[in-house]
T-cell receptor
Framework: AAGVIQSPRHLIKEKRETATLKCYPI?????VYWYQQGPGQDPQFLIS???????DKGSIPDRFSAQQFSDYHSELNMSSLELGDSALYFC?????????????FGPGTRLTVL | AQTVTQSQPEMSVQEAETVTLSCTYD???????LFWYKQPPSRQMILVIR??????QNATENRFSVNFQKAAKSFSLKISDSQLGDTAMYFC????????????????FGKGTKLSVKP
């Protein structure tokens, strides 16, 4: 079965640089979620999109923005990177017509800011 | 706001034995979902088991089962016949039910319990 795809899997950036993370949800899934997991921490919700519209917003810094495109893939744009942005970034997708609406996670993008 | 508490930062169990991981949550919602996710050293988030709050019957998935006590707001995970591959961080998670179609709520995670299965 197809899974959530995230690219790149690893990314190294310098402080103040910009990064773009991409997410390709499971086919026919209509909702995408972004989570940030710092070292030794639990995942924290950043933002979500339903049918290409922003549906909910969590603890996402103003330096970050995201969107979902017509083909349902999503991108998380991160500017003015800080050392504290180093984390594992997960994308998850779900299908709202599926009852439980369980979220399936991608493998994550490990971002290191130097 | 909802909160999820996992009071056991670390636990260990001998292979083939049974272990129970605790989770409590706080919410004023009546309709919601609860999940246990497993995160092995690969850092992949894997759904282990799920429970709908309106269902009284405890969910079971092979060697994994839950004890869902809605009034007590407790949702513990029991792993039977523990295997070395069960070694991982386990996260309890809450998701609010959003009715009327459209998007659903995001997951709120506990701090996790690191489980080590010893041979």
């Amino acid at each position: 079965a197809a899974g959530v795809i995230q690219s790149p899997r690893h990314l190294i950036k310098e402080k103040r640089e910009t990064a773009t993370l991409k997410c390709y949800p499971i086919p026919r899934h209509d909702t995408v979620y972004w989570y940030q997991q710092g070292p030794g921490q639990d995942p924290q919700f950043l933002i979500s999109f339903y049918e290409k519209m922003q549906s909910d917003k969590g603890s996402i810094p103003d330096r970050f923005s995201a969107q979902q495109f017509s083909d349902y893939h999503s991108e998380l744009n991160m500017s003015s990177l800080e050392l504290g942005d180093s984390a594992l970034y997960f994308c998850a997708s779900s299908f709202t017509g599926g009852g439980m609406n369980e979220q399936f996670f991608g493998p994550g993008t490990r971002l290191t800011v130097l | 706001a909802q909160t999820v508490t996992q009071s056991q930062p670390e636990m260990s169990v001998q292979e083939a034995e049974t272990v129970t991981l605790s989770c409590t949550y706080d919410t004023s919602e009546n309709n919601y979902y609860l999940f246990w996710y497993k995160q092995p050293p690969s850092r992949q988030m894997i759904l282990v088991i799920r429970q709908e709050a309106y269902k009284q019957q405890n969910a079971t998935e092979n060697r994994f089962s839950v004890n869902f006590q809605k009034a007590a707001k407790s949702f513990s995970l029991k792993i039977s016949d523990s295997q070395l591959g069960d070694t991982a961080m386990y996260f309890c998670a809450f998701m609010k039910h959003v009715g009327g179609g459209g998007s659903q709520g995001n997951l709120i995670f506990g701090k996790g319990t690191k489980l080590s299965v010893k041979p």
